[in-house]
T-cell receptor, first 114, second 115 residues
């Protein structure tokens, strides 16, 4: 069965510290990979995506993610967190086909402490 | 440009009542999607419109849910009658093309509470 796993429900990080959010997927073939963020009162915003090529992907707001085929992972990182990064983060996958349905992980809530 | 707009932002109804959620996509976006997140769980796909046609409605949970997109502009999602398990956040998204390359723009969601 296809699934997306975000093992960490909640992460607390100090402002200025690094952040890594984990995402693992189980899929028949390597899917397209996405990270979205939902800030309080806002909709989902695309941070970055991986289709092919360089396995280290740069996104908006200083985020990056690394695709590791051998581990079926697509972890999100940020070297130095800002208070405005407090939000819920969702990993999502989409099939390499004309089936435009995203499958999401359960989300990771990030709290930033001063 | 205006983003994807959803109305209402919150709705509280009693079990057995009817609720209609509305989504206004970005102008010119032919593709419109509905997703929902039941409390504490994953965001799940409900259905996909291309213009006024339902391209994929495989995620609709049961026949109490009816989605329409008359004229290929805004869309409505009606829940009738609502049940407790329908509580959650309903997201709408739109994209210009039927392609993974075309960015998907999400609305802020409608939080539905069924009591």
């Amino acid at each position: 069965a296809q699934s997306v796993t975000q093992p960490d429900i909640h992460i607390t990080v100090s402002e200025g510290a690094s952040l890594e959010l984990r995402c693992n997927y189980s899929y028949g073939a390597t899917p397209y990979l996405f990270w979205y963020v939902q800030s309080p009162g806002q909709g989902l915003q695309l941070l970055l995506k991986y289709f092919s090529g360089d396995t280290l992907v740069q996104g908006i707001k200083g985020f990056e993610a690394e695709f590791k085929r051998s581990q079926s992972s697509f972890n999100l990182r940020k070297p130095s967190v800002h208070w405005s990064d407090a939000a819920e983060y969702f990993c999502a996958v989409g099939p390499r086909s004309n089936d435009y349905k995203l499958s999401f992980g359960a989300g990771t809530t990030v709290t930033v402490r001063a | 440009e205006a983003g994807v707009t959803q109305f209402p932002s919150h709705s509280v109804i009693e079990k057995g009542q009817t609720v209609t959620l509305r989504c206004d996509p970005i102008s010119g976006h032919d593709n419109l999607y509905w997703y929902r997140r039941v409390m504490g769980k994953e965001i799940k796909f409900l259905l996909h419109f291309v213009k006024e046609s339902k391209q994929d409605e495989s995620g609709m949970p049961n026949n109490r849910f009816l989605a329409e997109r008359t004229g290929g502009t805004y869309s409505t999602l009606k829940v009738q009658p609502a049940e407790l398990e329908d509580s959650g956040v309903y997201f709408c998204a739109s994209s210009q093309e039927d392609s993974w390359v075309s960015p998907l723009h999400f609305g802020n969601g409608t939080r539905l509470t069924v009591t």
